[in-house]
């Protein structure tokens, strides 16, 4: 190791610091430059994170490539045990990591619990799973004296990319699968949330994660085309997997393509919630509401139109504005964001919306909240294909609200986007539910609850723009391993 490139060693991960490191071969690196990490709460800097260099990114592949070959070979039980030692760690540090979440993101008490749990049923789930999912079979074959097995192996360095808006699950889910199937990985953290990010590297530091099996990558915002593009292109790197918007997804993909490197991608989404007119009002009111602006909506499964039968159209309305004001309603529950640009961001699409003739519903009255990055929930209605919100990923708490006569017409409007992560149903007739839910392009749609859903026993990701490949049990063990044919003759 260049140890030119460090200026701190192994610390104890919960001592206070000033500036966030990097952490490559199970020691943390604090650079020469740095940047702010700036809470949405005060719009003022926590503290600063340190920013990698090529030599850095070059360091921590180099890392991970001399870390392989033995970690490759370690027996399941080991990788088991060091995963379930990691989800005893998180539960154990669970308040310091909840307040990272809090200074970074504006995570509220109940938002940290959600994620944090997350993350410990993560690192439970897949300790369980690991021994299955490499476990290969002996087809027959159909040649005379021919026999065959099928096995399967870790690809080598892997790069997990994911995004700050729930920092701790997807931070681990683009890493674990990873290590857990025997690949080495490099985390490359958001400029938001960079000591949530560090927090876990230092778990599996904590648990004793051989060195270079997982490294810390950090970088100040102008430096992402840098360092997305030494990543995505260094000969060590075998696989890549992105969690954020399309846009940028699009981007990896290309780079990733012209290197012939195969990627994983969960993108965005425009998440329909469909409220049949035999549905539960107020069940379906506080999934929808919750769905659509849990973490002020910043969440690529978030509810952004909720399609409602003409016939029980007023009465929802009603029973959504009551919710709102219930859940949402005070100083101290009112959404944050994670910036004041993506606070204007969504005022705009918003304010688009209203000149073109769309109506906001009055559920809260004036904001009480001077806070820039503090935004109340907005409901839409005559929101029409000519207004930027139609077809726009808000990522942000404002929905669309829109009614529909018959199944086929609401059916359309939720497939007229060009994303399909999640969606909802909601009906007393699972017959009909699941007629609709057959129809809807997504990667998953879920019944009587809010498109807000992700859990480690089911496979996750979308269609169309939304991405390709999954995340979660054995579907997202599987995308970290390769399969090897082998065959002798007798």
């Known amino acids: 190791m260049r140890t030119h490139l460090l200026r701190a060693v192994r610390p104890n991960g919960r001592r206070s610091m000033s500036t966030v490191p990097l952490m490559i071969n199970n020691k943390d690196v604090i650079t020469t430059t740095t940047a702010p990490t700036i809470s949405p709460l005060t719009n003022k800097p926590v503290w600063s994170f340190s920013s990698a260099s090529d030599a850095h990114v070059e360091e921590a592949v180099q890392s991970c490539q001399a870390a392989f070959p033995a970690w490759s070979k370690t027996k399941v039980c080991h990788r088991r045990d060091l995963l379930l030692s990691c989800a005893d760690i998180v539960a154990r540090r669970k308040t310091e990591l909840g307040g990272y979440m809090h200074h970074e993101i504006g995570a509220d008490e109940g938002y940290q619990d959600f994620i944090l749990g997350l993350t410990i049923d993560g690192f439970r789930d897949t300790a369980g799973r690991i021994a299955g999912a490499v476990t290969g079979t002996v087809p027959e074959s159909n040649l005379p004296g021919m026999r065959a097995m099928v096995l399967k192996r870790p690809y080598g360095v892997n790069v997990g990319i994911a995004p700050w808006n729930a920092p701790y699950h997807l931070g681990l889910r683009s890493v674990l699968f990873a290590i857990a199937a025997g690949n080495t990985a490099i985390l490359k953290g958001s400029e938001f949330t960079p000591r949530c990010y560090y927090a876990i590297a230092d778990i599996f530091r904590e648990a004793g994660l051989p060195d270079g099996v997982l490294n810390l990558i950090l970088h100040a915002p102008q430096d992402g085309p840098r360092v997305m593009d030494k990543l995505v292109t260094h000969e060590h790197v075998k696989k890549i997997n992105f969690t954020g918007s399309t846009r940028v997804g699009s981007i990896i993909a290309k780079k990733a393509g012209e290197h012939l490197k195969p990627v994983l991608m969960e993108l965005g989404g425009k998440a329909s919630a469909i409220v ?215």
């Not at 002020?296 to 504005?321: N, P, W, Y």
């Not at 009614?403 to 497939?415: P, R, V, Y």
């Not at 009906?427 to 480690?456: C, P, Q, W």
């Open 276 to 490: 049949l007119e035999d549905a539960d009002l107020e069940k379906a009111a506080l999934q929808c509401a919750l769905g659509a602006f849990l973490n002020a909506g910043q969440i690529c499964m978030s509810t952004e139109r909720v399609l409602v039968h003409e016939s029980i159209a007023a009465d929802f309305e009603k029973v959504l504005a009551a919710t709102i004001r219930n859940v949402f309603g005070t100083p101290e529950t009112t959404p944050v964001l994670i910036s004041a640009s993506s606070a204007h961001r969504n005022r705009d699409l918003v304010g688009d919306a209203v000149t073109k003739g769309a109506r906001s519903m009055d559920i809260l009255g004036a904001p009480a909240s001077q806070v820039e990055t503090r935004m109340q929930p907005i409901v839409l209605q005559g929101v029409r294909e000519d207004m930027d919100l139609y077809q726009t990923e808000s990522f942000g708490p404002s929905t669309s609200l829109f009614t529909f006569k018959t199944d086929a017409e609401a059916i359309s409007l939720a497939n007229n986007t060009a994303y399909g992560l999640s969606a909802a149903v909601f009906t007393k007739d699972l017959n009909r539910a699941f007629k609709v839910a057959e129809e809807l392009e997504s990667g998953a749609v879920h019944i009587n609850s809010m498109t807000v859903h992700d859990e480690y026993t089911l496979p996750h990701g979308g269609v169309k723009k939304s991405g390709f490949g999954r995340f979660n049990g054995y579907q997202g063990m599987d995308e970290f391993l390769y399969y090897k044919t082998v065959t002798w003759q007798e």
